[in-house]
């Protein structure tokens, strides 16, 4: 027997047995008070969906093991669940209210009085579903909090948490619950969704005296090396996200910009890399760039130091004090 069959034998099953109970329970009723007749509805409704809810979930979890579908899909029963028990209990206790639209608006003003900071999470669940600004598994990045999105509720979403005190964009382990009503009020940048990249720079900073040209040239080699072969996949992303969002570049390969610093010419590799391998990338890249510098003689990292310079026997000849000054 399927899973699908089987469902549908317990599904009957449920079905008439609740049909049963409750044909018993209208036998009962005539004698109990209205309290304890909307009570035993009450309870016979919610064994009711439970039980459609465990059914549904069952059959799921019989014809997929992939745990992302089974997530999904267990959100999306339980909300239907709560929404129609919600309805149809509150049709059992509040008599008179002929249309959902007045039941709902009775609700609504008395949560919104009583309860604003959980009606304001309550809206921010609804625009997350209705503009998707991020799912689970994206890595986002809310005020001061960053991390990967494990879990979505009605009043609040779940990060695990990235940098911090850590470096390089990598996991601290914990978990970070932020209220819904935050996407509101609060910028929300989305590391994976829409262009699944992100640019990642290197500053490499050479002496003064090295020759910085051919250290250039090492550094492009290196760049293209590991940062070339995700072009070509960006351009296609960038072709399908131009038609949701006005993203463009003008070049998407690896480039390296000259500048000077106080200590040295600054060299910086400019590259596209994972959203989750920044920290792996720029380990990769290091390390070929200390090996190629290793190399050659000319080139040489620098770092801070304290030099004394003697125009008069250093500077360029034209630039040099005159005698007598």
Same mark, same amino acid.
């Given at each position: 027997m399927s899973a699908l069959q089987?469902?549908? *034998?317990?599904?009957?099953?449920? &079905?008439?047995?609740? !049909?049963?109970? %409750?044909?018993?329970?209208?036998?009962?009723?005539?004698? @109990?008070? *209205?309290?304890?007749?909307?009570? &035993?509805?009450?309870? !016979?409704?919610? %064994?009711?969906?439970?039980?459609?809810?465990?059914?549904? @979930?069952?059959?799921?979890?019989?014809?997929?093991?992939?745990?992302?579908?089974?997530?999904?899909?267990?959100?999306?029963?339980?909300?239907?669940?709560?929404?129609?028990?919600?309805?149809?209990?509150?049709?059992v206790w509040i008599a008179g209210v002929g249309s959902l639209a007045t039941f709902f608006g009775l609700i609504g003003a008395g949560i919104a009085v009583a309860l604003k900071d959980p009606v304001v999470n309550l809206a921010g669940w609804l625009f997350i579903l209705w503009r998707r600004p991020f799912r689970v598994g994206d890595r986002v990045q809310i005020g001061t909090h960053a991390g990967d999105v494990i879990d979505q509720r009605l009043f609040l979403f779940t990060l695990l948490e990235i940098g911090n005190w850590v470096d390089a964009d990598q996991s601290t382990g914990r978990l970070v619950h932020v209220p819904n009503g935050l996407v509101f009020n609060t910028p929300l940048a989305n590391y994976t969704r829409g262009f699944p990249y992100i640019w990642n720079e290197i500053p490499v900073l050479v002496t003064h005296e090295s020759n910085w040209e051919?250290?250039?040239?090492?550094?492009?080699?290196?760049?293209?090396?590991?940062?070339?072969?995700?072009?070509?996949?960006?351009?296609?992303?960038?072709?399908?996200a131009s038609r949701h969002y006005m993203i463009f570049y003008?070049?998407?390969?690896?480039?390296?910009?000259?500048?000077?610093?106080?200590?040295?010419?600054?060299?910086?590799?400019?590259?596209?890399?994972?959203?989750?391998?920044?920290?792996?990338?720029?380990?990769?890249?290091?390390?070929?760039?200390?090996?190629?510098?290793?190399?050659?003689?000319?080139?040489?990292?620098?770092?801070?130091?304290t030099?004394?310079?003697?125009?008069?026997?250093?500077?360029?000849?034209p630039l040099r004090p005159r005698d007598g000054e």
């Open positions: 089987l469902f549908r *034998v317990q599904a009957g099953e449920a &079905i008439d047995s609740t !049909a049963g109970m %409750l044909g018993a329970l209208r036998v009962q009723i005539g004698g @109990l008070s *209205v309290f304890e007749s909307n009570l &035993i509805k009450t309870v !016979a409704l919610v %064994l009711v969906l439970m039980s459609l809810r465990w059914l549904i @979930l069952f059959a799921v979890r019989r014809r997929t093991t992939d745990a992302r579908i089974q997530y999904y899909w267990r959100k999306a029963v339980s909300y239907t669940v709560g929404v129609i028990g919600l309805f149809v209990v509150g049709r051919k250290a250039k040239t090492i550094l492009h080699e290196i760049a293209d090396e590991h940062g070339g072969q995700f072009t070509q996949a960006a351009e296609r992303e960038i072709l399908a003008s070049t998407l390969r690896p480039t390296v910009y000259t500048s000077v610093g106080d200590s040295g010419v600054v060299l910086t590799i400019r590259y596209l890399c994972d959203a989750r391998r920044r920290r792996g990338s720029a380990q990769d890249i290091w390390e070929d760039v200390l090996r190629a510098f290793a190399k050659h003689d000319d080139i040489a990292l620098a770092y801070a130091t030099r004394f310079f003697d125009n008069t026997r250093e500077g360029k000849p």
